[in-house]
C-alpha cells in the first residue's frame, strides 16, 4: 500500500471512474464530480502523498480511549477506503460507540448531507441531558 502513497502516483490527475469508484460514488453529481477534481489538482502531488502516508500511519487509538463522551460511528456503507472492520476496531477500545450506517461512498457528507445531519441531529437529541 505504501507504493500507492508515493508522489509520482499522484502526478497524474485520477480518471473520473477513479474518482467515482473510491470517493464519491457512481452518479455523483456534475458539480462534486468537478469539484474533487479541481481540488485534487490544486494539491501538489507531494502534499497528496504526505496526506496519503499519515492517513495509513494513523493510529488514534490513545486518544480514544480518553474519550469521555457519547460517540457516533458513522459509516458510508459502498466506502471503499475505509473498511468496515475500522468500525470493530474502535468498538473493541470503546464499546458504547453507535454505529450508523449511510447507503453512500467514502464522501459520505457529501453525497448524503441531510440524512447524515439528521442521523446526527438525533444521536444528539436521544443523549442523557
Do not use: N
Not at 9 to 19: D, G, H, K, S, Y
Not at 48 to 77: G, H
Amino acid at each position: 500500500m505504501k507504493t500507492l502513497a508515493h508522489p509520482s502516483f499522484f502526478r497524474i490527475p485520477p480518471p473520473r471512474f477513479v474518482i467515482e469508484y473510491f470517493l464519491i460514488g457512481a452518479h455523483a453529481p456534475r458539480e462534486l464530480r468537478d469539484d474533487v477534481r479541481r481540488t485534487l489538482r490544486s494539491v501538489s502531488p507531494e502534499v497528496v502523498a504526505w496526506r496519503v502516508q499519515a492517513v495509513m500511519a494513523c493510529d488514534a487509538s490513545e486518544p480514544l480511549l480518553r474519550v469521555r463522551v457519547p460517540t457516533l460511528y458513522l459509516q458510508a456503507e459502498q466506502d471503499r477506503l475505509v473498511r468496515k472492520s475500522s468500525f470493530q476496531e474502535i468498538q473493541e477500545l470503546k464499546p458504547d460507540t453507535v454505529l450508523v450506517s449511510i447507503a453512500a461512498p467514502h464522501f459520505v457528507l457529501q453525497r448524503e448531507p441531510h440524512k447524515a445531519a439528521d442521523l446526527i441531529a438525533h444521536f444528539v437529541a436521544d443523549l442523557p441531558s
